[in-house]
């Protein structure tokens, strides 16, 4: 295995050069804490993610979970780290003092786990699911399921999942079949079937909670009749003890990868007895689950930026040490071999996993500082962030989970044979991150989402507020003789951006929803790359002013790295807009008009 999986320097930069971290402890919120504190945060963070998780990860991989006798059983190591999680207060990282949480920014919270995914994805979402699904009945249930699910919950001792998908309604929720009948009590009889439940069951906590979509008997058709119910594995009994609650686990799913975490099928109600209690008011499910949806959804394009940066060191650390051949000029064959990373063709390899990285993270941190602004600022002021987050969201969970599958492939690229083999840990990464182009919301979805309801939202309010972020870092850029030239680019690209927005939407309105929908995830992908711009002319402002600043000589190195990496994705990568834009600008509805038996 790699000695590095993340660059400290990278997080230090992002989270105090950039984002100025600092800057919302201003904040009544969030004034108990420091930068001081920060650091110590993140140091222990990546002590943990060294010492606890790293070490497991090919074992987990390669000794995955089974089911036998009704049980899944998993990796022993992960009753131990739900302890340390909950001890250490991660699961609660972001709760409110109140809460017995820590209060943490998003920003930094993030970065966290940033750190224990690109240590062990698997082992991490454990308690990332348990975080999100607390934060659910923190969010919408009453003070008795609180106290009775939640402290358990963020200690570690009991495990939380997010129960959605169904045999017959897999991305579509609408057609969801799990049935509510109400109890002769506080709950309702749960009656259903859940499948590819993460987390869903496992023998290292005391109890599983699933935060479940069912439809109460008689509840309007559709969405509108969904609702949101805890249906733990184990209720308590009068006497106080846990008792089991009539769900079984009927399946466990063997996976390609991903595969320290179970992936359950779960029966329900069964017997007739299993009980689930209502969060909120009826009806309301949907909504409320897509607080955690939308969280999961931001937390599923950092495990992919985690991932392709841990498979990014892999492979610079290989290819640092790996001589072969020699350069092109040199034509005698008595000379040594040279490492590899001395060739040109490895530098634009290393060059892509590193901008597809360093530029997704300081996306998904962009949208973190979006969400602690939304917590902490009036309601006059914060409505700006939280359409850009809203509309950022769909790109920061689809940039990374399908780019860091091809960052993750040039990475085993760089090792020619070796990476195909298990030798090394590139091909568990590249098993593992194919998972993220398609749970919580498939791209296909995230590009609708985009298209069809971000971007129309509040009559295009939100992508106005989004080019005018834009348009603010293009001028700040232009300060910098430098870096006019990116500016220039990236001021072009939002021009091309906006001119394709208007052509989709005069589709819309002459062709109807299916023609203007009919590309949507090439939308997404187009929108995406200028993103990634954006964020690395953001990077690029803050270390070309450091680089004025006359920086001691490391930071030089890592200033002019950074730069260099800024070129090669306006050079390399922004281009390819051009290519998607020439498509997009087409009326023919080529995919909507070709008929299933033409196939």
């Not at 920060?38 to 089911?67: C, G, H, T, W």
């Not at 490492?339 to 949208?367: N, T, W, Y």
């Not at 700006?384 to 689809?398: D, H």
Request: aromatic share 10%; net charge neutral.
């Amino acid at each position: 295995m790699a000695t590095k999986f993340f660059s400290e320097r990278n997080i230090e930069f992002l989270l105090h050069e950039v984002f100025d971290a600092e800057s919302l402890t201003q904040h009544e919120y969030y004034q108990e804490h420091n930068r001081k504190m920060f650091d110590m945060v993140i140091k222990e963070a990546s002590k943990l993610a060294r010492d606890l998780l790293y070490p497991i990860f090919e074992e987990m991989d390669r000794n995955q979970p089974e089911l036998v006798e009704g049980q899944i059983k998993v990796h022993p190591a992960v009753k131990t780290i739900l302890h340390e999680f909950g001890r250490g207060g991660w699961i609660a990282s972001r709760a409110a003092f109140e809460k017995d949480g820590e209060q943490l920014p998003h920003l930094v919270a993030d970065i966290c786990d940033f750190i224990f995914q690109a240590a062990n994805y698997s082992a991490a979402t454990y308690a990332g699911l348990t975080s999100g699904a607390s934060h659910l009945i923190e969010s919408f249930a009453d003070t008795q399921l609180y106290d009775t699910y939640v402290p358990k919950m963020r200690a570690g001792k009991w495990q939380g999942t997010m129960a959605l998908t169904e045999p017959e309604a897999g991305s579509s929720l609408t057609d969801i079949a799990t049935l509510a009948k109400p109890g002769d009590q506080d709950y309702y009889l749960i009656k259903g079937q859940k499948i590819f439940i993460s987390a869903g069951d496992h023998d290292c906590t005391d109890n599983i909670v699933h935060l479940m979509l069912a439809k109460i008997i008689g509840a309007p058709a559709g969405a509108k009749g969904i609702s949101l119910f805890i249906v733990p594995k184990k209720r308590m009994a009068e006497n106080g003890k846990l008792v089991d609650n009539d769900v079984v686990t009927s399946g466990i799913y063997h996976k390609l990868g991903y595969r320290g975490c179970p992936i359950a099928q779960l029966s329900l109600g069964d017997k007739n007895d299993c009980r689930g209690w209502l969060v909120g008011k009826p009806h309301n499910g949907l909504k409320y689950m897509f607080q955690m949806m939308n969280e999961a959804r931001v937390g599923v394009g950092l495990g992919a930026t985690a991932m392709a940066t841990a498979a990014y060191y892999t492979a610079l650390e290989y290819t640092k040490t790996r001589c072969q051949g020699r350069k092109i000029s040199q034509k005698d064959p008595a000379q040594p071999q040279i490492p590899i990373i001395e060739h040109a063709d490895v530098k634009r390899m290393l060059l892509f996993q590193r901008a597809v990285a360093e530029g997704s993270l300081s996306l998904i941190l962009q949208c973190s500082k979006y969400v602690d602004l939304v917590k902490i600022l009036p309601d006059e002021k914060k409505e700006k962030y939280y359409l850009l987050l809203e509309l950022l969201t769909p790109i920061a969970k689809s940039y990374p989970s399908e780019m860091g599958i091809q960052a993750i492939s040039q990475g085993l690229q760089c090792l020619g044979g070796s990476g195909y083999c298990d030798d090394y840990a590139l091909e568990q990464y590249y098993r593992d991150c194919r998972i993220h182009p398609i749970h919580e919301g498939t791209t296909a979805i995230q590009g609708m989402d985009l298209l069809g309801r971000k971007v129309v939202m509040q009559n295009g309010k939100a992508i106005k507020l989004y080019a005018g972020e834009l348009q603010k870092c293009i001028e700040a850029a232009k300060k910098c003789p430098e870096l006019e030239k990116s500016a220039n680019q990236l001021s072009e690209a939002l021009t091309t951006l906006q001119k394709v927005t208007h052509h989709l939407f005069e589709i819309a309105q002459t062709k109807g929803p299916e023609y203007f929908l009919a590309d949507a995830t090439l939308y997404l992908e187009f929108f995406g790359i200028i993103a990634i711009a954006w964020q690395w002319l953001v990077q690029g402002i803050t270390a070309q002013k450091a680089l004025n600043g006359n920086e001691k000589n490391v930071d030089r190195i890592f200033y002019k790295g950074k730069l260099f990496t800024l070129k090669y994705f306006y050079g390399y990568e922004l281009p390819k807009i051009l290519g998607l834009a020439k498509r997009l600008m087409e009326s023919d509805g080529l995919t909507v008009e070709m008929t299933t038996e033409l196939f």
